[in-house]
């Protein structure tokens, strides 16, 4: 406790100056919450819908690609498929990519191919390298050693071993990484429009720029929507496919033990 109070006494943590600030919420609800202004803010509902449409999109293709490139990775630096000499420089690469916030990849990127959703694109598509490579080869390093010592004592190649027992023995972790990394980089995606990447963000950033709160409150619904329905199609993915295996694989292991 008292780590943190010296800590927000470093940084200017005061309750006192949140608590003087809170009044400053009511005028952007009277802004919102206005008649007249309600039902013309109604008419970007469209165009909101295809923004969301767009980010959507651009998560999508981040995801996926960033999945197909970091599973490899993974493998490469999955402390017990390789050496140190292959692992440990697989790692310091992969810590190097983590080390950039998808904002700043973002920013990069608009330098280099431009503004639009292709360098939002690119940000997405570097961030789920570093992290879903990461979540992967620490699963991949929980794996039973017993299966993959009983397939290599019979001198199958390293191919071999990761598809027939890496894969399937992370499969189950590997999609609940899959999911995690989409519904977040749809949440990343939405603000990676504040440096000119595209997607949803770019609306909000420059509505609240310009003062229009009650525009800026239907983007943000829509995105509020839209994340809570990825969070129950991601619970019904998980329910149906993770939890049923997990349930699967305690009933081999109980069965096996007796």
Do not use: C
Request: cysteine-free.
């Amino acid at each position: 406790m008292g780590l943190v109070i010296i800590a927000s006494y470093n940084v200017d943590a005061n309750p006192v100056d949140f608590a003087e600030g809170i009044p400053n919420l009511s005028v952007i609800v009277s802004e919102i919450f206005v008649a007249e202004s309600i039902i013309e803010d109604l008419k970007y509902v469209p165009t909101a819908l295809w923004a969301m449409f767009e980010t959507l999109q651009m998560a999508f293709i981040g995801t996926v690609i960033g999945v197909v490139i970091g599973l490899p990775l993974s493998m490469l630096a999955a402390r017990n498929l390789n050496s140190k000499f292959v692992y440990a420089p697989t790692r310091a690469l992969l810590a190097i990519i983590r080390t950039f916030p998808s904002i700043l990849w973002a920013l990069l990127f608009v330098i280099m191919v431009g503004l639009g959703p292709y360098a939002g694109v690119l940000a997405i598509v570097m961030y789920t390298i570093g992290f879903v490579t990461k979540l992967q080869y620490e699963s991949i390093e929980t794996i039973d050693s017993e299966p993959m010592d009983a397939v290599s004592s019979i001198g199958v190649s390293k191919f071999q071993l990761i598809r027939y027992v890496v894969l399937p023995e992370s499969a189950s972790h590997l999609l609940g990484q899959i999911l995690y990394m989409f519904d977040y980089n749809v949440r990343q995606t939405s603000i990676l429009g504040i440096v000119g990447a595209g997607g949803i963000g770019f609306f909000i950033i420059n509505y609240i720029k310009f003062f229009e709160y009650g525009k800026a409150a239907i983007f943000m619904l829509i995105v509020l929507i839209t994340v809570l329905v990825i969070d129950w199609i991601s619970v019904k993915i998980r329910d149906k496919y993770i939890v049923k295996s997990q349930h699967g694989m305690e009933i081999k292991s109980k069965k096996s033990k007796s």
